[in-house]
């Protein structure tokens, strides 16, 4: 019993002596032991994408000659589809380019687009996040947008050599600034994630609201980035609110919950929007780094 107990108060003297070695050490060495653990984990985050991705080909491949006779007739009609969007779209951003040109437009910096797999996602009640299969090695820079087509997934938090983590639009460390669909006055709304239950649908709150909005009739009221800070680009879609508006005790505002435009932890890949010139929340992100 004696044994025991002595076996027992030397763990916890152990335990103890590790944690004051932990807060004792430098920052640099302890965001070196983070890095390395990191890199270290990183293989194994790629096998497990490479290995779901290899299921999946092989769960294509069993499949007949006449099913994929049949997706290539129904992929040639989507793309028939597409390309009569793509001609319309071109006579819209002629019309654009022009009227730029007309108001004398300062065009914003562009972007180069990232093209990256989905590894693995995190969804519990703290934080929503995924880790994609590009870093640093690839142009990836902390602060960057993340999309999906024109709807926002998340934007970049911290890289490593071959990986990224993404924090999404429902995490509690995401923060935008959006305008509301059928707003004539374009007045500005914050967006911000929230800790959710975990067994549930993760949303983000949207505060701020005018007193006077009223939401589309018949229809869900979209949220839109408004570019400002330089962090978004401007009319990318959020989500939708969830159609109902709640009374705050600030001012004459009020919140309601937005939904994600598309269920974020189905994602299989995603879009990094890399700015080819340094924007100001990836300088900030970056600046958190180094403290």
């Known amino acids: 019993m004696e044994a025991n107990r002595q076996g027992a108060r030397a763990s916890y003297v152990a335990l103890a002596i590790f944690v004051a070695i932990w807060i004792l050490l430098p920052s640099a060495v302890r965001r070196f032991t983070r890095e390395a653990f ?22 294509k491949k069993s499949r007949s000659v006449e099913e994929m006779a049949a997706a290539g007739r129904d992929l040639a009609r989507v793309n028939a589809a597409l390309e009569l969007k793509l001609s319309a779209y071109e006579d819209v951003r002629r019309e654009n380019v022009r009227l730029r040109e007309i108001a004398r437009y300062n065009v914003p910096p562009e972007y180069l687009s990232v093209i990256a797999r989905v590894a693995t996602r995190d969804s519990s009640s703290w934080w929503q996040r995924i880790v994609i ?8 820079r902390p602060g960057a947008p993340v999309v999906f087509g024109n709807i926002v997934v998340g934007r970049v938090t911290t890289v490593h050599l071959t990986t990224s983590e993404v924090d999404l639009v429902t995490s509690p460390g995401f923060r935008c600034t ?50 400002m ?54 300088a900030l992100m970056q600046g958190d780094q180094f403290q």
């Not at 967006?191 to 009739?217: C, E, F, Q, W």
């Not at 990318?236 to 005790?249: H, I, R, V």
Request: aromatic fraction near 6%.
């Open 229 to 282: 800070g330089g962090v978004f680009p401007s009319r990318l879609t959020l989500g939708n609110l969830d159609g109902m508006t709640y009374a705050t005790q600030v001012g004459n505002f009020s919140e309601s919950l937005l939904v994600p435009s598309r269920d974020l932890y189905n994602l299989q890949e995603v879009s990094v929007l890399v700015p080819l010139l340094q924007n100001p929340g990836e």
């Open 133 to 140: 299969r590009k870093g640093r090695n690839d142009g990836i």
């Open 178 to 227: 959006a305008y509301l669909e059928g707003d004539e006055q374009n007045r500005i709304v914050l967006v911000h994630g929230v800790a959710s239950n975990s067994l549930g649908t993760a949303k983000a709150r949207v505060s701020v609201i005018p007193r006077d909005y009223s939401m589309p009739a018949g229809q869900p009221a979209r949220v839109l980035t408004t570019g």
């Open 38 to 59: 990191v890199e270290f984990q990183a293989p194994a985050l790629h096998l497990v994408g490479k290995s779901r991705d290899l299921a999946t080909f092989w769960e």
